[in-house]
């Protein structure tokens, strides 16, 4: 019989996004591949898939339903291994998966930024912090992708049985990459720029923690210094229409392309001159991953995942999340030089082959493959039991 093992998340597509490698790794190792989220979006590499009625906001009533069908699912497949993600499918799984764990189950969490963290909001540590603490002694192995939850995790004693840090979920640095100075030129005019337009690119949902109003008030500062600059902004949200208003306020509304949802970011990445970012808060953001792969120099705010990614002078600028003057300063340093532009840049491509899909994978792979040969051992070990 094939071993199995679930997936489980809020909605479907963020293992579309971020986790198909892994779900062909298992179909390859001879696992029956099982995934459990909100959504019916096909996936490859998958055997079955449930259509959760789990919702983002932890206190939905819908997350009671969600939490009993994991329970059927789980009674019903026996699966030796459950890797979860997402705060609220990380947490309904592991809840649901506690009988699981008692029958040799190994039930693994990824944290992709825990939402307590380093000037997070009073609330988050209230509710998040306790919430997480508790739901680590129902997991063997807690996944931090960046370093500030790492050593949280361990110096405030999370109760995993094992505490591990991957860098990421992995980043195509041969997708992401720079082109040709004729082809860059080429494919900007194809966009509908100008040649000598000078760029600035951000693809992220508009929300109060993305905070684009940062770089449009940014860009505001610069327009007569810097009158070839436009802000590309891809990306949907509920506070798109707020920054369109203040993009007009602020009289550079033709200076910001607002682009929508974009499935072309490898090219839009390829016209741009820098990378800029904006957010409160992250856990180590794949939108500056492929900028750096992309060979882009990066403006970043300042926070636990950018901080990561980002070292000052090397690869790009840091600057507070509340600074626009600071930020349109760093945006004129890099317009005005070239060579400053490609150093940073050169050393982003360098810095993203740390957190490269193939790193990740050889990182992911071996700890898989710890508890795959751990639970063989056990398996074995009650056999053996049954036979004494």
């Known amino acids: 019989m094939k071993r199995k093992?679930?997936?489980?998340?809020?909605?479907?597509?963020?293992?579309?996004?971020?986790?198909?490698?892994?779900?062909?790794?298992?179909?390859?190792?001879?696992?029956?591949v099982h995934v459990a989220a909100n959504g019916d979006l096909p996936l490859p590499y998958v055997d079955h898939k449930y259509n959760l009625s789990i919702?983002?906001?932890?206190?939905?009533?819908?997350?009671?339903?969600?939490?009993?069908?994991?329970?059927?699912?789980?009674?019903?497949?026996?699966?030796?291994?459950?890797?979860?993600?997402?705060?609220v499918g990380g947490?309904?799984?592991?809840?649901?998966?506690?009988?699981?764990?008692?029958?040799g189950t190994k039930v693994i969490y990824t944290a992709h930024g825990f939402h307590f963290c380093h000037g997070a909001p009073l609330q988050n540590w209230l509710i998040y912090y306790p919430v997480e603490k508790w739901l680590a002694t129902n997991t063997d192995c807690l996944i931090t992708i960046n370093e500030e939850d790492?050593?949280?995790?361990?110096?405030?004693?999370?109760?995993?049985?094992?505490?591990?840090?991957?860098?990421g979920v992995g980043v195509d640095v041969q997708r992401f990459k720079p082109v040709e100075k004729a082809y860059k030129e080429k494919l900007r005019i194809a966009y509908g720029y100008q040649v000598g337009d000078f760029l600035l690119f951000y693809a992220a949902e508009f929300n109060k923690n993305k905070n684009q109003q940062l770089l449009i008030q940014a860009l505001a500062?610069?327009?007569?210094?810097?009158?070839t600059a436009k802000l590309l902004l891809a990306g949907e949200g509920a506070m798109l229409q707020e920054c369109k208003s203040l993009a007009e306020s602020l009289g550079v509304r033709d200076r910001v392309d607002f682009l929508g949802f974009r499935k072309d970011i490898v090219e839009l990445l390829q016209i741009s001159d820098v990378a800029v970012a904006s957010s409160l808060r992250e856990g180590l953001p794949v939108n500056i991953l492929e900028a750096m792969a992309a060979g882009l120099p990066?403006?970043?705010?300042?926070?636990?995942?950018?901080?990561?990614?980002?070292?000052?002078?090397?690869?790009?600028?840091?600057?507070?999340?509340?600074?626009?003057?600071e930020f349109?300063?760093?945006?004129?340093?890099?317009?005005?030089?070239?060579?400053?532009?490609?150093?940073?840049?050169?050393?982003?491509?360098?810095r993203a082959n740390l957190f490269s899909g193939d790193r990740v994978g050889r990182e992911m792979s071996k700890l898989y493959d710890h508890f795959m040969v751990e639970e063989a051992d056990e398996t074995s070990n009650q056999h053996y039991r049954a036979y004494l």
């Not at 995790?153 to 505490?163: D, E, P």
């Not at 349109?328 to 360098?350: A, P």
């Open 5 to 32: 093992i679930l997936f489980c998340a809020t909605v479907d597509y963020h293992f579309k996004a971020f986790h198909l490698p892994y779900l062909k790794w298992f179909k390859e190792q001879g696992w029956e």
């Open 55 to 87: 919702s983002r906001s932890p206190i939905s009533a819908s997350n009671l339903k969600a939490y009993k069908e994991l329970k059927r699912i789980m009674n019903t497949n026996q699966y030796e291994m459950i890797h979860c993600h997402t705060p």
């Open 91 to 103: 947490a309904l799984a592991r809840l649901a998966a506690r009988e699981a764990r008692k029958n």
């Open 150 to 167: 790492y050593r949280r995790a361990v110096q405030h004693r999370f109760k995993a049985k094992n505490i591990e840090h991957v860098h």
């Open 221 to 227: 500062l610069i327009k007569e210094d810097v009158p």
């Open 298 to 325: 990066i403006v970043a705010s300042s926070n636990r995942g950018h901080n990561e990614l980002v070292i000052n002078n090397q690869n790009g600028f840091l600057v507070s999340p509340h600074n626009a003057v």
């Open 328 to 350: 349109s300063r760093r945006v004129q340093e890099l317009f005005h030089s070239t060579n400053l532009r490609e150093e940073l840049g050169i050393q982003s491509m360098i």
